[in-house]
């Protein structure tokens, strides 16, 4: 389909006014061909995508890749100043003449992307925008648990093998709120809301102090749940038009447990 076409009907659910103030959605490196039929969709592009493609002859195959972290998080000259491999590999790709586009806080915050997609895998019921963090969702269990019930039930549901849990609060989870990735700053505005459970990812020690003296619980899972953003893009995809061929490359291993 057209190119532009199908970028428009994306905007509309994840429009750059979306991202927030520190992001760089939107076109990374290349030029954007006038037809997509053929699109690569990944969480990062990096080295270890570029030889998958190469390896599967996708090169000649593929007309868009579309990422969920920004390739280039910056300005090219800023980022390759302080990033030569980056510079590399962008040189590379942009030898294939595939354009890269992002969609991060954008499809984090927007209608049907990243934390509906979790708030769903999660089976939450009447799942809801919250009104202090609009990144976030939240929503009812379909039946309370105790909270290390509730832990074993998330990790299974988003696909992870461990979490971390800050247990100050309910000991049982009736209403959840989750964003993916590093959201954890805003734990004390969910707690205002009135969540028994907050869900995000990358809490520092200052954090965990935090959540501590507001006596609250909070569930550090990693920032590898967003894997879901290529199951949940490529249904938006077929949905816009069910003859794009798509194709995952889903590489990035959780961290061995030591």
């Not at 009812?140 to 105790?146: D, K, S, V």
């Not at 992870?160 to 805003?186: E, F, H, Q």
């Not at 490529?234 to 889903?250: A, E, F, G, Q, V």
């Amino acid at each position: 389909m057209k190119t532009n076409v199908l970028l428009k009907k994306l905007s509309k659910n994840f429009p750059k006014r979306l991202q927030e103030g520190f992001d760089h959605c939107g076109l990374q490196t290349g030029k954007l061909r006038e037809d997509t039929n053929n699109i690569v969709l990944c969480l990062d592009f990096d080295e270890e995508v570029f030889e998958i493609m190469k390896n599967k002859n996708l090169f000649d195959k593929t007309d868009l890749i579309i990422t969920h972290h920004p390739f280039i998080f910056g300005t090219k000259f800023k980022v390759f100043e302080f990033d030569e491999k980056k510079k590399v590999l962008c040189d590379k790709i942009d030898s294939k003449n595939i354009p890269i586009y992002s969609y991060h806080t954008s499809f984090d915050t927007g209608k049907d992307g990243m934390n509906d997609a979790l708030a769903n895998a999660l089976n939450l019921q009447n799942i809801k925008q919250l009104d202090s963090v609009p990144m976030a969702r939240g929503g009812f269990l379909t039946q309370p648990m105790e909270i290390h019930d509730f832990c074993k039930y998330a990790k299974k549901c988003l696909n992870v093998d461990y979490g971390k849990l800050i247990n100050k609060g309910s000991k049982t989870i009736k209403s959840v709120a989750i964003i993916g990735g590093g959201g954890w700053s805003s734990y004390h505005d969910v707690q205002k809301e009135g969540y028994d459970i907050y869900i995000s990812g990358d809490i520092p020690h200052h954090g965990r102090r935090g959540v501590i003296e507001r006596q609250y619980n909070y569930l550090d899972l990693p920032h590898e749940i967003e894997r879901i953003f290529m199951t949940q893009m490529k249904k938006i995809l077929l949905d816009i038009d069910p003859s794009l061929n798509i194709t995952i490359i889903d590489h990035e291993a959780l961290p061995e447990l030591i």
